[in-house]
């Protein structure tokens, strides 16, 4: 279970601060942690992990200067901090835990919790 804070309606090229404070885990400091999207109508999509062989890695080049990630493992929680958001950023974002695949490590698409709506206004 996860509860979220953080999202809510922002204009564009503003910032937002999510994050997502883990339960039921005991040894939350031992996962492999990150943040997917799904929009409205769309896919859902890798963000970010931060994992402990690879640190921070973004799934999309896009984001690159304006996503980054963080935890506290004392608090079981994780951030995402965004940063010169777009409209095309508008989603709810979902942390989740990271695996390997054959090109780099992308969130597992695991709902815990409602997630956190962001909305971009241009």
């Known amino acids: 279970q996860a509860v979220y804070f953080g999202g809510g309606l922002v204009d564009a090229g503003g910032s937002l601060n999510l994050s997502c404070t883990i339960s039921?885990?005991?040894?939350?400091?031992?996962?492999?942690m990150g943040w997917f999207r799904q929009a409205d109508g769309k896919e859902r999509e890798g963000v970010i992990c931060?994992?402990?062989?690879?640190?921070?890695?973004l799934s999309d080049d896009s984001l690159t200067g304006r996503f980054t990630i963080a935890r506290d493992n004392a608090k079981n929680t994780l951030y995402l901090q965004m940063n010169h958001l777009k409209p095309e950023d508008t989603a709810t974002y979902h942390c989740?835990?990271?695996?390997?695949?054959?090109?780099?490590?992308?969130?597992?698409?695991?709902?815990w919790g409602q997630g956190a709506q962001v909305i971009v206004s241009s």
């Open positions: 039921g885990f005991r040894r939350f400091f031992d996962l492999d």
């Open positions: 989740s835990d990271c695996a390997w695949y054959t090109s780099g490590y992308y969130p597992e698409f695991n709902y």
């Open positions: 931060l994992t402990k062989s690879r640190g921070v890695t």
